[in-house]
């Protein structure tokens, strides 16, 4: 089970692996499509977990199924929707706001990869018309039929004998980052928002850019702040 419409986690987002410098995606991708292809495998993106029950070796578990409102069974990933939606200009949640893509887009380049409807931006759910004719053209441009706009959240209850608890991990955006200019200075990224710019597959096609779309001369890189929790920190370069 993924929260994310993708999977893949933090790494997905990383550019190279210390200390190797590996290529994270090189790295991961094999194992995601090998994973995605294993019939022995069902993978539950875009889901949330509600409750478990029972013990070792019998448990039950209930999962909130998120509305995709495209059907990843007849999407073919052609991206011929994609053009014809007129909402535009959103931010990518996956390039952690920047770069920009449609109402109806791919959430990452990572699997499963199959179109997903933002309900927040999107006309058609929010005021019920979108484009000129009665229906949208997402629709229309639609050629498989894939585009359902009557899904509804799905609550679907699983057995299991044994459950991997993978937390993952988020970014302090607090004080400390705050004190250096982040959230109101333009340019002052996190560590993960800069790998975002180094990746080839992020908003910048691997082109460290500022705000303005200029390479900087120079880049500070602050790795331990006196004031920081963590008592013990490194770096190497």
């Not at 608890?165 to 333009?186: C, I």
């Not at 096609?205 to 920081?228: F, H, L, N, T």
Request: with cysteine; net charge negative; aromatic share 6%.
């Amino acid at each position: 089970m993924e929260e994310k419409p993708t999977i893949g986690g933090k790494m997905a987002q990383i550019d190279k692996i210390f200390p190797s410098n590996e290529c994270a995606t090189c790295t991961q991708l094999p194992e995601m499509l090998e994973l995605t292809s294993n019939p022995s495998m069902t993978i539950l993106s875009f889901a949330e977990l509600l409750d478990i029950e029972g013990e070792p070796g019998d448990f039950k578990v209930r999962i909130l199924k998120k509305p995709r409102y495209v059907d990843p069974v007849k999407c073919t990933a052609c991206t011929d929707c994609f053009p014809a939606c007129p909402v535009g200009g959103i931010p990518m949640e996956f390039n952690l706001g920047r770069g920009a893509s449609k109402a109806i887009s791919f959430y990452s380049p990572f699997p499963p990869r199959k179109a997903i409807i933002n309900p927040e931006k999107c006309s058609y759910i929010a005021t019920g018309k979108c484009g000129e004719g009665a229906t949208p053209p997402c629709v229309e441009a639609c050629q498989p039929g894939a585009i359902d706009f009557q899904q509804q959240p799905q609550v679907v209850e699983i057995s299991v004998g044994a459950i991997i608890v993978a937390t993952g991990a988020e970014e302090d955006k607090g004080e400390t980052l705050r004190r250096h200019g982040y959230g109101t200075l333009p340019n002052v990224l996190t560590s993960l928002e800069f790998e975002r710019l180094l990746s080839g597959l992020g908003p910048t096609s691997g082109i460290v850019m500022r705000d303005d779309k200029k390479e900087p001369q120079k880049v500070a890189w602050i790795v331990c702040d006196d004031s920081s929790p963590v008592p013990f920190m490194s770096a190497s370069a």
